[in-house]
């Protein structure tokens, strides 16, 4: 179920501490990724196999205008992180939801904060190195976001699809990314082209 209210401010743990960093080997910086989700199912999908690949600290900044998926994909996320999926809502008016999954999953919403109000939520306190945090209208934040993000940008593809682009800010998001994007071009169906086999009609004979 969603937490309705923020934690209590805690110390952050320092970047040493983090054992992902700890382990983190170079990574070469990932290319923005575009794609079109032709249907909800594919943003589902897409959120689902980004959750499946989450190890923990990792910061999803979600741009788009309503009504292009944004919640969607949240959805799939928290599915993929293994918490319930039908639980996630909007937390516009509700400005911190929480779901726990294999990974706790951290789900705000900005759209009705400006920048001043941003400092008095508390939202800094859940980049701790294991929460997730996916944040809607993450461009409220401003410079405050992470350094080390993954932007997944949505606008609306007519008639009824969405264009995604995926854009890695930072060697964390881009090992994420290049793993996304392998994943979902490793599971693609294929498809089957059938063969069509037309008999000629034999040439006839020619009367003697």
Do not use: N
């Not at 110390?11 to 501490?17: G, I």
């Not at 919640?71 to 939801?97: K, Q, W, Y």
């Not at 705000?108 to 859940?126: E, F, H, N, V």
């Amino acid at each position: 179920m969603p937490s309705r209210r923020p934690r209590k401010p805690k110390t952050s743990p320092s970047p040493a501490s983090s054992p992902r960093e700890k382990s983190a080997a170079p990574v070469a910086a990932a290319k923005p990724w575009r794609t079109v989700l032709r249907s909800p199912q594919q943003t589902h999908r897409l959120g689902q196999c980004l959750g499946t690949l989450l190890q923990g600290g990792d910061v999803l900044a979600l741009f788009g205008e309503l009504g292009t998926g944004k919640t969607s994909l949240v959805r799939g996320i928290a599915d993929g992180l293994g918490a319930e999926p039908s639980a996630v809502s909007s937390p516009t008016f509700t400005l911190i939801h929480e779901y726990r999954g294999r990974l706790p999953l951290i789900h705000t919403d900005l759209y009705r904060l400006t920048a001043a109000q941003l400092d008095d939520t508390g939202l800094g306190d859940y980049l701790d190195g294991h929460t997730i945090t996916a944040i809607e209208w993450a461009e409220r934040w401003g410079e405050g976001l992470p350094p080390d993000r993954l932007e997944i940008h949505l606008t609306h593809h007519p008639p009824a699809a969405r264009r995604a682009m995926l854009t890695a800010k930072g060697p964390s998001s881009s090992r994420l990314l290049i793993a996304l994007r392998a994943h979902m071009v490793s599971s693609r169906p294929t498809r089957v082209v059938r063969q069509t086999r037309v008999q000629l009609p034999r040439p006839r004979r020619a009367s003697h």
